[in-house]
């Protein structure tokens, strides 16, 4: 029978362009935000985090924006690049060691 | 550092078999976690240990998933007898503390036919 997996959301943009993911969390007590990147074949790889005293976070070409009001995340990637193609997750921690992992979004860069 | 290490990479066994797949976290960290993941229900999290004591088990699926950590630097999930379903990717990951991310092995590929 045919079968039935997660429906990742898929981002396509263009080299150069920049890229904006997305996420929800569920947990208002969550104080601790992560963003990961998986490559196909590899375990997921940390990119980013944010606290929840903060609302924005920098590092090389990736922002990181935590609207805590709205439990909304965001991941942007400056001037995309082929190998920024990759699955992304969002993740919170609600102050304990478990983290919680989102769905997923998948991101393709098209040369 | 090496980061995290897991073996075997890929494993395929018949049904009613016995794996034991192996984790070797960061040296430091003191936290580590099992995940399973597939297309079906993404990543999941089966059990982590704090300073080499279980802590949340609540995801193992069955009592045939047991895992350990018998010391700081060695972690084993171990299924018996294994089914089909349990084809995955099993990864392991291990964390220096409560507010820091994870470091995630390659994980193993584990094929149950």
């Known amino acids: 029978g045919e079968s039935v997996g997660l429906h990742l959301p898929t981002l396509s943009v263009q080299e150069g362009d920049n890229s904006i993911i997305n996420c929800a969390y569920s947990?208002?007590?969550?104080?601790?935000f992560i963003w990961y990147k998986q490559e196909s074949g590899k375990g997921p790889q940390f990119i980013i985090d944010i606290r929840s005293n903060m609302d924005k976070r920098q590092g090389q070409r990736v922002t990181v924006l935590l609207n805590k009001t709205v439990k909304h995340l965001s991941l942007q990637i400056a001037a995309t690049q082929p190998g920024d193609s990759a699955v992304y997750f969002c993740?919170?921690?609600?102050?304990?060691?478990?983290?919680?992992f989102g769905a997923g979004t998948r991101l393709f860069v098209k040369a | 550092d090496a980061g995290v290490i897991q073996s075997p990479r890929h494993e395929v066994t018949e049904m009613g078999q016995e794996v034991t797949l192996r984790c070797k976290p960061i040296?430091?960290?003191?936290?580590l976690f099992w995940y399973r993941q597939t297309m079906m229900r993404g990543l999941e999290l089966l059990i982590y240990f704090n300073n080499n004591v279980p802590i949340d088990d609540s995801g193992m699926p069955e009592d045939r998933f047991s895992a350990k950590m018998p010391n700081a630097s060695f972690s084993t999930l171990k299924i018996q007898p294994s089914e089909p379903r349990d084809s995955a990717v099993y990864f392991c990951?291990?964390?220096?503390?409560?507010?820091?991310?994870?470091?995630f092995g390659s994980g193993t590929r584990l094929t149950v036919v």
């Open positions: 947990n208002s007590a969550s104080d601790y």
């Open positions: 990951a291990s964390s220096s503390g409560q507010d820091y991310g994870y470091t």
């Open positions: 040296s430091g960290h003191n936290s």
């Open positions: 993740a919170e921690k609600p102050g304990s060691f478990k983290t919680i």
